[in-house]
């Protein structure tokens, strides 16, 4: 695994290798004392985790952290700080751990070795997929196909990848023509849209070819149909995996993580296709439900950062969930950060004034309300 170590404090520089070199595994690629050569550095090579302060005197570990998501890469990032109200902000940019100065070696040992085993648990999958899989599908939070090599084909136009989509989310089942028509073509005439349909068909299917699966697009008179045989798809993986774990819990919270990073993002990301607005929110309620259940178990375990970040996660796309608001003031509670938890639910009461014209419910103020207490409590007894 190769990481880099991103400080102004040569001190820390010292402290970081001389734990990590403790651990199998691993290679220093790089250590800055400042961010603008460690972008530089991450252009033209590559870093599976980064640890970095957050307090820089030039830009801040969380502008860097933010800069390095708005470039698309998804380095896990692991911030080291001695200032804990940077919590909530850490999370904004999904950082994957947060870790308190002064490090200690088993805290920074826990985090390598759980990033370990998720790379060696995606090198694994990704090997099992490709035995038997000719094309990966892609469509949560984005709309890509590729080959197993991992390189990304080219659509041939805008409606071949549609109408790809659409049929892969009848699994299988034959569509009438006249359906598809409706759905994908109808803003032409219809002789133009026939005409059209006849000519995405066939560019479909000929891109398929490229890969062999040319019969995997199955057409008659009225009908096509998508066999997924031989075709890997996330979301189909993703629901399949929702459903067959009912309950997450410690036997299976590892395999759940592993699922939740799956869902990048809403179907087909910003590709707005009408056919496809229920099946987006759907989805969402199906990963908004399994991650409140996963969430539930990390706390359980004790994992608040990762709790924080799934969570995080949850209210960039909805910040009104009440059940979200109530698992993120259960995972500050648990960390004892009580400026962070006040600052959670105001936001959380301004928010819903400005956009509904009402405040919380009476059973999200009452939990606020009982964690301030049991705060307040634990403090006196110290």
């Known amino acids: 695994m190769k990481i880099m170590i991103i400080d102004d404090e040569q001190a820390m ?42 307090s820089m005197p030039k830009e801040s570990g969380l502008e860097f952290a933010q800069r390095l998501r708005e470039s698309g890469k998804l380095v896990r990032l692991v ?32 985090t390598v070795q759980r990033v370990l085993a998720e790379m060696l648990s995606e090198k694994t999958q990704a090997e099992q997929e490709s035995s038997n899989t000719k094309v990966m599908f892609n469509c949560l939070g984005g709309m890509d196909i590729r080959s197993v090599q991992n390189v990304i084909v080219k659509w041939k136009t805008s409606k071949s990848a549609e109408l790809f989509g659409y049929l ?3 699994k299988g089942r034959l569509v009438s023509r006249a359906r ?45 149909g998508l066999n997924l045989n031989q075709i890997r798809v996330d979301i189909l993986i993703f629901e399949d995996g929702c459903k067959q774990m009912v309950e997450v819990d410690e036997t299976n919270i590892e395999k759940a993580l592993e699922l ?67 698992l993120f003031m259960k995972a500050l509670a648990l960390q004892k950060n009580k400026e962070a938890l006040m600052q959670q639910y105001l936001h959380f009461t301004e928010t819903l004034v400005k956009e509904l014209g009402i405040g919380p419910s009476l059973e999200v103020t009452g939990y606020y309300s009982q964690l ?10 110290k």
């Not at 595994?25 to 603008?36: L, N, R």
């Not at 700080?81 to 002064?102: G, M, N």
């Not at 375990?301 to 109530?326: P, S, V």
Request: glycine fraction near 4%; aromatic fraction near 12%.
């Open 180 to 224: 598809i028509i409706e759905d994908i073509f109808s803003e032409m005439p219809y002789k133009n849209a026939e005409t059209y349909l006849n000519t995405t068909v066939y560019q479909l299917r000929k891109l398929l070819d490229t890969y062999g699966l040319k019969e995997s697009l199955h057409s008659d008179s009225y009908h096509y």
């Open 13 to 54: 520089h010292l402290i970081m290798k001389r734990t990590l070199a403790k651990i199998a595994d691993v290679e220093i690629v790089g250590c800055f004392h400042e961010t603008t050569p460690a972008f530089s550095y991450l252009e033209n090579h590559d870093a599976d985790l980064i640890f970095v302060d957050i």
């Open 79 to 110: 911030f080291v700080t001695s200032h804990k109200e940077y919590a909530l902000s850490a999370f904004d940019v999904y950082a994957y751990d947060y870790i308190v100065k002064p490090i200690k070696q088993d805290r920074i040992h826990k």
């Open 260 to 326: 939740e990073q799956l869902y990048a993002g809403d179907l087909f990301g910003e590709r707005a296709f009408p056919w496809a607005w229920s099946e987006v929110e759907r989805l969402w309620l199906l990963y908004t439900t399994f991650t409140h259940g996963l969430c539930r178990a990390l706390l359980n375990r004790g994992d608040t950062q990762t709790a924080i970040r799934l969570l995080t996660k949850l209210t960039a796309h909805n910040e009104l969930d009440e059940e979200t608001i109530k």
């Open 372 to 381: 301030l207490s049991e705060l307040d409590t634990q403090n006196t007894e």
């Open 168 to 170: 892969l989310m009848h």
